[in-house]
């Protein structure tokens, strides 16, 4: 109730009369029935204004952290995440892949929409990074169809680190569905699972038109974060 309370009368209108999103190929969303939506993520704002552009619920993993806060603003975070469509996954430990993943079959089960960024993380520089396979395990497993949608300038909206958008238009474009079926029974094979994720991948690529760089987003953030190691002296 909260989610459509949030989308339709408290948020939605307002967000919509502001930013004016423009969306295309909203028709390539099903109807009704299981749909993984796969998305570069260029923002925070990603998993607010997509899920706005169609009319079905977009369930979106989040940090467990965003639900766990003390006080007001704990509560009112943890109120917003859950009232947009998202639900708290613990990225801690080497059983949380298959946790999230377990959370997206069940929503998938269920036939709802689980949306997922292919890429991990954000980017760090608005380049489309390489597409972790988890989205492809839950295209095998579920035999849900894969529809991409690129964010288009959401890192012009609101770049990483800003906590309040910039007001220009917000640009959503949604790709036809892609089927996997070819592959059914083959969930757990490595290769056929990276196959499948480059595929995803590369229909993002063709649709937001970024610069595809073939290494993960989160390695590219560590290594910013990392200080460069002072050459050693050359002995005379």
Do not use: C
Not at 17 to 26: A, C, D, Q, T, Y
Not at 44 to 69: H, N, Q
Not at 125 to 139: N, S
Request: glycine content about 10%.
């Amino acid at each position: 109730m909260l989610y459509w309370l949030l989308k339709y009368i408290v948020l939605g209108p307002w967000l919509k009369l502001v930013f004016r999103p423009k969306v295309e190929g909203v028709e390539h969303v099903p109807d009704e029935g299981p749909v993984i939506i796969a998305s570069n993520h260029l923002s925070f704002a990603d998993s607010i204004f997509m899920p706005l552009s169609i009319r079905r619920r977009v369930t979106f993993p989040a940090k467990a952290e965003y639900f766990t806060g003390k006080g007001l603003k704990g509560w009112l975070t943890k109120l917003f995440f859950a009232g947009t469509g998202q639900v708290p996954i613990d990225r801690s430990g080497g059983k949380a892949a298959r946790a999230a993943l377990e959370v997206g079959l069940n929503i998938l089960r269920a036939g709802g929409i689980f949306g997922i960024y292919p890429e991990g993380t954000r980017s760090p520089d608005g380049r489309l990074y390489r597409g972790k396979t988890g989205v492809a395990r839950l295209a095998l497993e579920s035999g849900a169809p894969v529809v991409p949608v690129a964010m288009m300038n959401m890192d012009k909206v609101q770049p990483i680190g800003q906590k309040l958008p910039n007001l220009r238009r917000v640009h959503i474009k949604f790709g036809p569905a892609l089927d996997f079926s070819r592959y059914a029974g083959m969930a757990g094979d490595r290769f056929i699972e990276r196959a499948v994720t480059d595929e995803i991948m590369y229909e993002l690529m063709t649709l937001s038109g970024r610069e595809y760089i073939d290494m993960y987003a989160q390695k590219v953030k560590n290594a910013q974060a990392s200080p460069p190691t002072p050459a050693e002296p050359v002995a005379a």
